[in-house]
Each structure stands twice: as structure tokens, then as C-alpha cells.
């Protein structure tokens, strides 16, 4: 299980002297080109003088050779299909390497490929011919090609598959006149960026200044960064709008990485000693001085652990995106190239003047401290702690509370994830998670109160967004579950029009139908249009929903229900279609006999903003403790079997209004706690091998979004459950 957070408050004690872990191994001759594949845990390295290239097991550092054409230099991967892409210098063809078999194809592209990329949703892969000023798109599936044109000397890429837009730096590489005497120069002209439709394969350009070279894209806010090498600038274009604004950085580039997670910039000069940071909010710039007279030949960052590394010819400098404190690692490669794989937080670099690969494993540090950080939970209730670190060998964990390793309502102490089931006094202090591999141990602390109340944390709003397509196969499905005592009065609202006053900007279901039925799938209600009716204003104004227009096309139910689960389905009205929201409030006096205890929702996950999203809101005076799926790839085999779903969920929560996520996880990976949770809540069980995504996690009172969105921006049918995990 890969968590994550993002500034948690929490007591995270580190090593005096956190050490990189360096090894070394043998690549092959003249290496010209990485790419990683994280889902395998695969590197490949093209070796230009062998023609062919190196894999790498991450897992072992073993490795086999696989034959390709002449010169390759230019390397891709993609991760979804496990195809390698390896683009030959001064050769006409790509090399498609099946990353499973090792068997490989041969694709006719243009002269001299000199870059390559890949868009995972579409599974087009995009060839830079920097010989014929023109683009080769590649089918994934059928391998066949088309060409577009672009401007002279195509050199690089950057892909957003959110957009499905492709972004072309064009060097423009023709001689020019000097001012002064009129001599010919060889400096480029006219550097710009070609704009490819991915779905069109149209065109647009856009100027961006001499020497247009290194590129980079930031897919959260949909902003391009392009170095020109003669100008000494870093053109930032809009994705949206197409303009352009420009920030003076220094003199030559050696590479342009961006950390989306912390909306940062870091550009290397490949004639200056500095790293230029930009902030990408602000567009202020900062500096990070290299070793003195030494430049950086390529950079890249990890946006797992906020660490960005650049590689001049005599060692890695790393610099620590959060204080922005730097420290050096000795290499052997001299100039050449670097990536990371933010799976194993491990780099791999590499140059020409090599045989081999420098491995560096990040030191052992905590990725997530304990969190949360202070929790406060009523007698009897569940508290759980989640702490992750990354380290090479794989960290061990060691849970206590004030000092001792018998934790009261623990059935185990050593699982990342820490859970403290029927709380009592005696659980209360401090826990404290300590990560040991054979580079030391690092400990992260948080403190756990127990108190009795009259009103625990409970759910009491839960909600869904997703996307309402044609025909009854594509409505918006919900399910819920009411346990405790008695019945629920509910206001359950099917809502799309009225989406536009919570700031929808286009694109809602403009006409609803909502119905609900119990557990034998058999209709109990059903509303389209609310009609205004003063019951159901009412009911809006008794739980603190936003106001609705009355003539809004809108759909509501507000009625007792017994214990018992129920399913609800949204569907637009006639061939209406668009994003939609199902919410769930719960009106009774807190607190409540009879609980909102489960929520579910499926639809399709497409990419950009029409993702899946589930709400909940924690009622009561202590924290809840939660246990969120979001299913893909299990939809496929039974209860549900379903076609289309999404291969690799990733799930992200976020509390309020706060972009900054809390957790997020991809890949569940099996954990122990997880397994028991999903017994408690009697969720049906997940193969422990599966790509799905869950986090259990202790939440104060508020709201609280789940994201869904897909791995690579890939899409599919996908669902969200919230369960209360008592």
C-alpha cells in the first residue's frame, strides 16, 4: 500500500545524517536514454553503439538485453499497456518492445527520431522527427502511423492527457543573420511550440523564443514550460487560453521538470552552475547554486518525497523541495541523463561516458507522519494511525504507546497501519511509529484522547458526483445502508441543473429522474422535478442544503426508512446527459438511533474534471473512522461483472474546501488492517492482488471529498463506497 500526505501536522524525528544508497550496474556501451515502467518496476536504458537495450529489474538489479535497431537513443514507455518505444538515431524506424515478452516490432517513422512520448488514455504514441520537421503518431493497438507537421527541428515533448493535447518544442534550427556584420550564425531562430489535437491530429503554433528546446507540463493546472537556449527565458503557456508570458532564468538548459503535487518549476543550466525554481502560483523565481563550475546535464524530480535531482558530470545534487537544502551524491557517469521511479523512490542515472547505472535509494524518512496528528475519539469507538516511509531495503514498523508495544485494542503493533478497536482510558497518550530498515530507523509520534459523550461522530451527509450517460446501462448508481435502531427520515436529492449555483461551470444533466429500491431491487419511490413543494423546502432548510430553484428540474424524495440497505438510480430525462450528484442528509435529532452507516456510487471516470467524487459529512463532537474503496478493476468479476472499468484507481481525500489532499492512495496492496476493515463493515472482499485503492483513516467532525480519477489519466467505469467502521 502506497499513502500519502500532504502536510499533516506531527512529530517526524529524523537520523542525524539521512544517507543515499548507491550501486552500480552494468548497462551497457555509450548509454543515450532511460524510461522507467513503475507498474513493473522495469528500467530501460538504450545503449547507442550496442543497438540494443538493458532492462533492468528494479526489484534485484538483474539484467537482459534486447536487440533494437541502429543508434537508439530516444525511449519511451507506457505503463498501461507495457509497451517500450525506442526511437533509433540517424534511423528512419521506432523499436516497440513488448515490456511482458521482450518480443519486439519495427514502425517506419521519419529522420532521425530525436524524442518521444506517450499519451496512456489514447495509447497514441507521438515520434519527433528533428530530421523531417515532422511528428509520426503511432496507434498503441494496430501500430500504424500518421504524420503531422511541425515546425523545424523537433526536439521535444510534453503530452496532457487530461486534455488529450500533445506539445511540440521546435528547436528552428536554421542559420541566421548577426546584426552587426551580417554573417551567418548558427544559433536558432524563431523557436516556437506546435500544438497538436490528439483527437484531430490538427494543428496550432505558438512562439516561444529562440532555441526552443526543453519542455515541460504541469496536467493539474494545465500550464507548459518551455526553455529557449539563445533567449534565456522560460515561456509559460496557458494550456486553456493559448498565451504566453515570459521569465528571465539565465543562460543554457540542461532539463525542465515539474513537480505537480507542489506547483514548482526547477530548470538546470547546462552552461550556468544554478537551478532556477519557480513557484508556479507566482511565477517567482529562486535559486539553488550547484558545485562551482559544474552545470547540470538533465534534472528530474520525485513528487512522492519532493526531492528534485540534477546530474552535472561529477555528481547528483539533491535538493530538498520543501526547505530547499541541498546535498550531493558522488557519481561515476559523468554527463547524461537521470529518472526516478516514484513507486521504489529510487534514481537511476546514467551518461554516455559510462557502461554504467548509478542506483540511488532515498534514504529512510517518513513520506506520511503519524496521522492524524492529535485524534479524539468517543469510549468503545475505533482510532486509527496511518505512518508510511520510504527506504531501500523496505522499512519494518514498530508501533507503541507511551513506550510499551502492548497497545490495548491492537491486534498488531507492526503494520503501517495502526488500529485501536473498542477505545478506552487506557489507549490514551502518545503512539509512536518507528521505521527500521538496515540504513537506521526514523519515528513519527501523534496523541490519541479518549472521552465519553453523549453525541459520537457519525455520518450525517453522504453524497456522489459522477457522470450521467444514454440509455438506463448509464445512470448514476447509489447505494446506501441504514443501520442501528427504529427508522431514518432522509432527503435524498437527485441534483443537476442547479449544479451551475455550486459552481458547475457547464456541462450538469439538465433533466432528472430519481428513483430509490430497496434491498430486492424492488421501486419504492420515485421523483422528477420537486416542484417547489414546502415539505421538501423544508427539509432543505432543516440540514443546511443550498437553496433551490422551485421550477428547477431537480429530483428529491424526503421519507422514513427502516433499517435496512437501499439502492438509488439518477437517470436523465429523454437523451439528457451530464454530471450529477445523488446526496443523502440525514434530518433526524442527533444523536441519531438509526445511523447512516454505508454509501456507494459507480459511473464512468473520464478524464480531466469529469471524475467520480464521493462526499461525506462527520456529525457529533469526536472523529470518525472511515474505510473508503474505490473499485476498478474488481467491477469486472462477481458481484458486479462489468466491462470498461478502470484498470488503476486512484483515490485522494481531500476535508473541505482545501486542495491540499489528505491521504491518497493507489494500490491497496493487501495490507492486514484493510482486510479486517472490509470484514467489519461486511464490504465484499477484494483479491489482495487487485489494483484497486482503500484508505481507513480517523477523521474529526467536517466534510470530507473522496476523488476517484484514473492511473495515466486512463478512464473507465469505476466505484466509490464510504463505510463507517464502528
Request: charged content about 10%; glycine content about 10%.
Amino acid at each position: 500500500m502506497k499513502l500519502t500526505a500532504a502536510f499533516m501536522m506531527a512529530i517526524c524525528v529524523l537520523p542525524a545524517e539521512a544517507q543515499y544508497e548507491t550501486s552500480t550496474v552494468a548497462a551497457g556501451y555509450y548509454l543515450t536514454g532511460i524510461a522507467v515502467n513503475p507498474v513493473t518496476n522495469k528500467i530501460y536504458v538504450a545503449n547507442l553503439l550496442a543497438s540494443n537495450v538493458t532492462v533492468i529489474d528494479g526489484a534485484t538489479n538483474t539484467t537482459s538485453t534486447i536487440a533494437t535497431g541502429p543508434y537508439p537513443a530516444a525511449i519511451a514507455v507506457n505503463p498501461v499497456t507495457n509497451r517500450i518505444y525506442v526511437g533509433g538515431f540517424q534511423s528512419p524506424n521506432v523499436t516497440v518492445i513488448d515490456g511482458a515478452t521482450a518480443a519486439t516490432s519495427t514502425v517506419a517513422a521519419g529522420s532521425n527520431p530525436a524524442a518521444i512520448a506517450v499519451n496512456p488514455v489514447t495509447n497514441k504514441i507521438y515520434v519527433a522527427n528533428s530530421g523531417s520537421s515532422s511528428v509520426t503518431v503511432i496507434d498503441g493497438v494496430t501500430n500504424t502511423t500518421s504524420t503531422v507537421a511541425v515546425e523545424p527541428d523537433p526536439t521535444g515533448f510534453a503530452v496532457n492527457p487530461a486534455t488529450n493535447k500533445i506539445y511540440v518544442a521546435n528547436e528552428n534550427d536554421a542559420p541566421s543573420l548577426t546584426p552587426d556584420d551580417g554573417a551567418t550564425s548558427g544559433n536558432s531562430t524563431n523557436g516556437s511550440v506546435t500544438v497538436i489535437d490528439g483527437a484531430t491530429n490538427t494543428t496550432s503554433t505558438i512562439a516561444v523564443g529562440d532555441g526552443a528546446q526543453l519542455i515541460a507540463l504541469n496536467p493539474v493546472t494545465n500550464k507548459i514550460y518551455v526553455a529557449t537556449n539563445v533567449d534565456s527565458h522560460v515561456t509559460i503557456i496557458d494550456g486553456a487560453t493559448g498565451t504566453t508570458s515570459t521569465i528571465a532564468v539565465g543562460n543554457v538548459f540542461g532539463g525542465v521538470v515539474v513537480n505537480p503535487v507542489t506547483n514548482k518549476i526547477y530548470i538546470a543550466g547546462g552552461g550556468s552552475e544554478d537551478v532556477t525554481v519557480i513557484d508556479g502560483l507566482t511565477t517567482a523565481t529562486s535559486i539553488v547554486a550547484e558545485s562551482p563550475g559544474e552545470s547540470a546535464s538533465a534534472i528530474a524530480v520525485n513528487p512522492a518525497t519532493n526531492k528534485i535531482y540534477a546530474v552535472n558530470s561529477l555528481n547528483v545534487l539533491v535538493i530538498d523541495g520543501a526547505t530547499g537544502a541541498t546535498s550531493t551524491i558522488a557519481t561515476a557517469t559523468g554527463l547524461g541523463f537521470v529518472a526516478v521511479n516514484q513507486v521504489t523512490n529510487k534514481i537511476y542515472v546514467g551518461g554516455s561516458q559510462s557502461s554504467n547505472i548509478t542506483v540511488i535509494a532515498e534514504p529512510l524518512a517518513f513520506t506520511l507522519p503519524a496521522s492524524p496528528s492529535a485524534a479524539l475519539v468517543a469510549t468503545g469507538r475505533t482510532a486509527v494511525f496511518n505512518a508510511m516511509a520510504s527506504g531501500s531495503p523496505v522499512p519494518t514498523y514498530q508501533w507503541t504507546l507511551n513506550g510499551s508495544t502492548a497497545i490495548p485494542g491492537a491486534a498488531t503493533t507492526t503494520d503501517p497501519i495502526l488500529v485501536i478497536t473498542g477505545a478506552t482510558p487506557a489507549d490514551m497518550g502518545t503512539v509512536t511509529c518507528t521505521a527500521t530498515n538496515s540504513a537506521g530507523a526514523v519515528s513519527t509520534s501523534a496523541t490519541l484522547a479518549v472521552t465519553m459523550t453523549s453525541s459520537p461522530g457519525y455520518l450525517s451527509n453522504l453524497s456522489g458526483r459522477g457522470v450521467v450517460g444514454s440509455g438506463a446501462a448509464n445512470a448514476l448508481f447509489g447505494g446506501f445502508g441504514i443501520s442501528g435502531a427504529g427508522t431514518k427520515q432522509l432527503l435524498i436529492r437527485g441534483m443537476g441543473p442547479s449544479l451551475t449555483l455550486v459552481g458547475v461551470p457547464s456541462g450538469e444533466l439538465t433533466d432528472t429522474q430519481l428513483a430509490l429500491f430497496d434491498a430486492t431491487s424492488t421501486e419504492i419511490a420515485q421523483n422528477s422535478h420537486w416542484g417547489g413543494t414546502t415539505a421538501l423546502a423544508a427539509a432543505q432548510g432543516l440540514v443546511g442544503a443550498y437553496t433551490v430553484p422551485a421550477n428547477s428540474l431537480d429530483s428529491m424524495l424526503y421519507l422514513p426508512l427502516t433499517v435496512a440497505n437501499y439502492s438509488t438510480e439518477l437517470s436523465g430525462v429523454g437523451a439528457a446527459t451530464g454530471i450529477a450528484v445523488i446526496e443523502l442528509y440525514d434530518t433526524d435529532t442527533p444523536p441519531p438511533a438509526a445511523r447512516l452507516t454505508n454509501v456507494s456510487l459507480r459511473a464512468p471516470v473520464g478524464a480531466g474534471g469529469d471524475i467520480l467524487i464521493g462526499g461525506f459529512t462527520i456529525g457529533g463532537s469526536t472523529a470518525e473512522t472511515v474505510l473508503i474503496r474505490a473499485i476498478g478493476p474488481s467491477l469486472a468479476f462477481p458481484p458486479s461483472v462489468l466491462t470498461g472499468v478502470l484498470a488503476q484507481p486512484i483515490l485522494t481525500l481531500f476535508a473541505g474546501s482545501d486542495p491540499t489532499p489528505l491521504y491518497s492512495n493507489a494500490v491497496w496492496g493487501g495490507d492486514p488492517a484493510l482486510v479486517s476493515a472490509e470484514a467489519i463493515v461486511g464490504a465484499y472482499t477484494l483479491s489482495t492482488s487487485s489494483q484497486d485503492s482503500l484508505l481507513l483513516v480517523t477523521l474529526p467532525p467536517g466534510g470530507y471529498s473522496a476523488e476517484i480519477t484514473g492511473a495515466y489519466n486512463t478512464t473507465g467505469i469505476a466505484a466509490v463506497e464510504i463505510y463507517e467502521v464502528p
